[in-house]
């Protein structure tokens, strides 16, 4: 049973913008890093974006200075903003949540895709 709900998305030309964001579908307890990880077809998923409770983010070379993640931690909800958006970041792009049991959840998948 999925416990992260993610919404966004859709379909973008090569430099335009689109954003994602995700929440809990219920109580997830203890958590501490959020993030975002992306899996294009025929690829390995591979990190996007993190965000600890403190707000220290991290970032894959590919998408910084074009990508901000942020967190509402009120809301327990994680949100990716995508600028500048290129053919390549086309994906499914999946919300993540690490507690601090070390237990991880995952959403269901939002795809991304950017026309050239």
């Known amino acids: 049973q999925r416990q992260l709900v993610e919404s966004g998305g859709g379909l973008v030309q090569a430099g335009g913008s689109l954003s994602v964001s995700c929440a809990p579908s219920?109580?997830?307890?203890?958590?501490?890093?959020m993030g975002w990880y992306r899996q294009a077809p025929g690829k390995q998923r591979e990190l996007v974006a993190t965000?600890?409770?403190?707000?220290?983010?991290n970032y894959a070379d590919s998408v910084k200075g074009r990508f901000t993640i942020s967190r509402d931690n009120a809301k327990n909800t994680v949100y990716l903003q995508m600028n500048r958006l290129k053919p390549e970041d086309t994906a499914i792009y999946y919300c993540?949540?690490?507690?601090?049991?070390?237990?991880?959840?995952w959403g269901q998948g939002t795809q991304v895709t950017v026309s050239s």
């Open positions: 993540n949540v690490l507690n601090t049991l070390g237990r991880q959840y």
């Open positions: 965000i600890t409770s403190r707000g220290s983010t």
């Open positions: 219920g109580f997830i307890f203890g958590i501490d890093t």
